[in-house]
């Protein structure tokens, strides 16, 4: 590489950067309307979109729900709430087909009342009475969101009661007088990557400017917050400064409020239970005279570590083709298990496909269970109601299987089945299709899986129109899922579909995510190019009918595909992406991603990004497939301006068929509700079969 390729390179588009930049929002209104003639015109658009609109609206839809005291809570969407409602039953009520829901918060009448569209982002209630809560409203489906103190028996807000305006703010109860906050404070509150830095203690009653710092961390971390482990019996305060997103250090508070390092190693996660510290180490942990591979899961009894002890006790060790996986409660800093008051229950994947276990403390050792059942290439997930009992929820989903809701007690034995309480309804009839997995070679010999589901009766003529679907990053699993209202929008139209289990995903634990960091990057488009090339190999699809889609991270990988691949697609959907990569970190969150993409502004590591950064790649001499690529304006965290520039650039290329489409509301999902979200999805078929599809013009 020559020394003028590492200098700074020339942007004759960086006037399209910013949000609420005007100059770019007309110049995305002018391409939406090209998009919306082009994909939203056709006899079919309308159909299908409500078709899938009445899939995402279904009133069978399971309604996910958490206990708080004896109240079930939920929150739902359908085309008379399309902002949505917090309601919550009881459990007698929940078990009925039909449950009486009474309203907590309704969204819609709320924004109406307010002359603001606010999106719903959260609640936070506070144990163990459950008689207040933090309720989150973003004011466009951004990340920033306003913080409002809530009476849960008046079912209104606190007139006096705590309240934080939009910002990237973290939120918690510590007690009913106090909270955990870190947010905007004004300046030098704020880390480069725009969340907060400074964590402090707020008292009931006192002004935010009175809270008292309790910890900060430097401006180049990615953030610091504090929260409250609620546990009975076992309640503990922590700081947590997360210096990137894959190390941090992490504190215990005392009753002074002083802090106390928990002594860890930075890239190793953990969290506690009861009176147990649980470990899973991302690098090889060479201690005590032990080595703990990567992406085992360790635990030895809290206050003992802290006062020395480093005698650890393994509850799941890896292998080659099996890890822990996905995380199955938010409370949880850990990936593949969850709580309940007795035990513990591990999600064990092996090649992307898992199985349950359910693990209890017993004089000091540890009992193994096995747990739940799931048919082939399916997903279950299991997870402990609340910290007060042994209760717990498991749920069954795969591809062509709606995903069902059954309720549970461990204090019955692992071999009692769960009750079944709901069952999602099916968009689209399952019975013509299949689902089976597959491994594709990747340049340098590793093996990639993936799953294919198609008709049973396809036909392998290279013909069939074909979406490869893609992430790839930030240890991120792509398990298996039910397609629902995709099954309408896309199997039955004639179309395939593919999920590809690269690296840099968390497939099969840390060390498959870490061979696709930094300057490695090039091995997870070397796996999905893989995949690509075998689905041609086998003769289901060719290049002309053979598209891949991706969003945010993944948006990189199909952006990626476009400029080192194009030969090998007949279209590319890349939406909510990050595609600058030199200027990633001066746009919205883009500086907290360092540690997975490199630092573009030292020029040795820019030498490799740019490797990676299509919106540099561009050729004017190549030939490139169709692209559409979609954004939201209040995206926050990747920021439209990506998305803007890389279109532009295309266009002022002279390089066809380059679409660009610009949602107003949603943040980083690129849809504010099911309505805009149904109207994406089939905006996104329309496109596909056009360029794909059987009869499509070659």
């Known amino acids: 590489m020559t020394t003028d390729s590492l200098s700074v390179p020339e942007d004759d588009f960086i006037w399209l950067e ?7 929002l007309e110049w995305a209104h002018e391409q939406n309307a090209i998009t919306l003639a082009a994909f939203t015109q056709g006899s079919e658009f309308m159909p299908l979109r409500e078709k899938v609109l009445q899939g995402l609206n279904s009133p069978e839809q399971i309604p996910v729900v958490s206990r708080c005291g004896n109240d079930w809570y939920n929150f739902w969407q359908d085309a008379q709430n399309p902002k949505g409602l917090l309601r919550r039953t009881t459990l007698e009520e ?19 009342a307010e002359g603001k569209d606010w999106v719903y982002h959260g609640v936070f209630a506070l144990k163990p009475d459950f008689n207040r809560a933090l309720i989150f409203l973003s004011p466009d489906g951004g990340d920033a969101s306003e913080v409002r103190e809530f009476d849960l028996r008046t079912l209104e807000f606190v007139s006096d009661g705590f309240f934080l305006p939009v910002a990237k703010s973290r939120a918690g109860w510590i007690d009913h007088d106090h909270l955990f906050v870190a947010t905007d404070f004004g300046e030098g509150s704020l880390t480069d990557s725009g969340y907060p830095r400074i964590v402090k203690i707020w008292q009931r009653g006192t002004p935010l400017s009175e809270a008292k710092v309790v910890f900060s961390a430097d401006k180049k971390d990615m953030l610091a917050a504090g929260y409250h482990d609620s546990f009975k019996g076992f309640e503990r305060d922590f700081v947590v400064r997360v210096i990137d997103f894959y ?57 003992a570590f802290l006062a020395g002890e480093r005698a ?4 799941f060790m890896p292998g080659t083709h099996s890890s822990l996986s996905g995380v199955t409660a938010t409370r949880d800093q850990l990936n593949g298990y969850s709580f309940t008051r007795d035990h513990i229950i591990l999600s064990i994947t092996h090649d992307v496909v898992n199985r349950l276990e359910v693990m209890t403390p017993e004089n000091g050792e540890w009992r193994r269970e096995p747990f739940g059942k799931v048919p082939e290439l399916s997903k279950i997930n299991a997870w402990g109601v609340d910290d007060d009992t042994n209760e717990y929820f498991v ?45 594709a070679q990747s340049d ?140 990633y970190t001066q746009i919205s969150a883009g500086a907290s991603w360092i540690a997975e993409y490199g630092d573009p502004q030292k020029p040795e ?15 004017a001499t190549k030939k490139y497939p169709p692209v559409l690529i979609t954004t939201a304006t209040s995206d926050d965290r ?61």
């Open 18 to 24: 910013g949000l609420r930049n005007e100059k770019a």
């Open 94 to 112: 929940f078990r009925k087909p039909q449950p009486k829901w009474e309203t907590v918060l309704d969204i819609d009448a709320l924004s109406k």
């Open 247 to 303: 190390h941090r250090e992490a504190f215990v508070l005392n009753a002074q409020k002083e802090l106390t390092r928990i002594d860890l190693p930075a890239d190793a996660k953990f969290s506690t239970w009861r009176d147990w510290l649980l470990i899973q180490p991302s690098s090889e942990w060479q201690i005590n005279g032990e080595t703990w591979p990567s992406g085992s899961l360790l635990t030895v009894n809290f206050d």
């Open 312 to 315: 650890l006790k393994p509850l």
């Open 395 to 439: 749920s069954v989903s795969g591809f062509l299987q709606p995903a069902s809701l059954s309720f549970g007690n461990l204090d019955n034995g692992v071999d009692v089945e769960a009750e079944l309480l709901k069952q999602d309804p099916s968009h689209f009839d399952a019975s013509r299709y299949q689902v089976s997995q597959h491994f």
């Open 444 to 583: 340098d010999g590793t093996r990639v899986p993936y799953f294919l589901i198609c008709r049973k009766d396809v036909v392998y003529d290279g013909k069939n129109p074909t979406l490869l679907y893609g992430y790839g990053g930030f240890e991120v699993s792509l398990d298996p899922y039910y397609l629902g209202v995709s099954g309408v929008s896309w199997l039955d139209r004639g179309g395939v579909f593919v999920v590809a289990n690269i690296r840099g995903g968390g497939e099969y634990g840390p060390e498959w995510h870490k061979a696709a960091l930094k300057e490695k990057r090039l091995r997870a488009y070397e796996d999905f190019a893989s995949v690509a090339k075998a689905l041609t190999a086998s003769n289901i699809t060719s290049p002309a009918h053979l598209a891949a889609q991706g969003g945010s991270n993944g948006g990189l990988l199909v952006g990626n595909m476009l400029t080192r691949y194009p030969e090998l697609f007949g279209a590319i959907v890349c939406e909510v992406a990050l595609l600058d990569m030199y200027r």
């Open 605 to 619: 590591e820019w030498a490799f990004i740019r490797e990676f950064s299509p919106y540099h790649n561009l050729d």
């Open 638 to 698: 990747v920021g439209p301006d990506h998305a803007r520039k890389m279109a532009a650039k295309m266009q002022a290329m002279g390089i066809p068929d380059v679409y660009f489409y610009e949602n107003t509301d949603g943040g980083h999902s690129a849809a504010a509700d099911k309505a805009q979200s149904a109207f994406k999805r089939v905006m996104v078929s329309e496109f596909l079969m056009h360029f794909i599809g059987r009869n499509a013009e070659q």
